[in-house]
């Protein structure tokens, strides 16, 4: 089983556990699935504009209104350079970019190990908490290639900020494996998933099923570091 289809397949899961996150996880799982098929063909950057009409079909009949309706105005399959300037230049999503970063994360799979990709230094997609000695360790995922770096949890991840009383942590008994971790000196925030309290957890697809936290920070203030490929 690929990465993609692990995905879709949590996605769908969660989709059942989660009625508020549903319509996204249910959506993203079609996403995933349509990644999955077509990974196999990715070998080169070139070979992803080709694939943008089928994902635009995709989106056209099960994506939300928005995306829905920018999938239709696409027109045939992009030049390459329109897809290697998103992937070179990391920026806030919009409709135009879902395309691209759906397109770019087959590529993004397809690297060795020891090759990050343009947007692993960016603002992290998600974080994920592991059990380490008596505490727990952080590490971040990138919101293209989805690799994992350490880094501290003491620390923001977009400001740097280290004083204990502007880092605050939020969580809530309706979603258990989730914590927001938030900053109070520049509002920026990022859904974590402690994979210690559900070994099935995906942090990229788990942080889908935190809609409502997410609605709660954007009303509290907050901004989230990241968006997901849904926008949110």
Partial sequence: MTGFEER?????????????????????????AWQA???SSVARFEDLGPRLPSLADLVAETGPAPLADAARRLGPAPPDAWILEH???????????????VLMQLYASTLPEAMDCPWCPAPPLTGCLTTQGDGQALHLVCALCFRRRPFMRAKCPACEEME????????????PQLRLKACDSCKGYLLAVDLE???EAIPEVDEMAGLPLDVWAAETGYRKLQPNIAGI
Avoid: C, N, Q
Avoid at 8 to 32: D, G, H, Q
């Fill in 197 to 199: 309290k559900d070994l």
């Fill in 8 to 32: 879709s397949r949590r996605a769908t899961a969660l989709a059942e556990r989660f009625p508020a996150s549903a319509e996204i996880l249910r959506f993203y799982a079609a996403v995933a």
């Fill in 87 to 101: 992937w070179e230049s990391p920026r806030p999503l919009s409709a135009e970019g879902f395309f691209a970063r």
């Fill in 164 to 175: 204990a009383s502007r880092l605050v942590t939020y969580s809530t008994a309706e979603f």
């Fill in 37 to 39: 098929s077509h990974a």
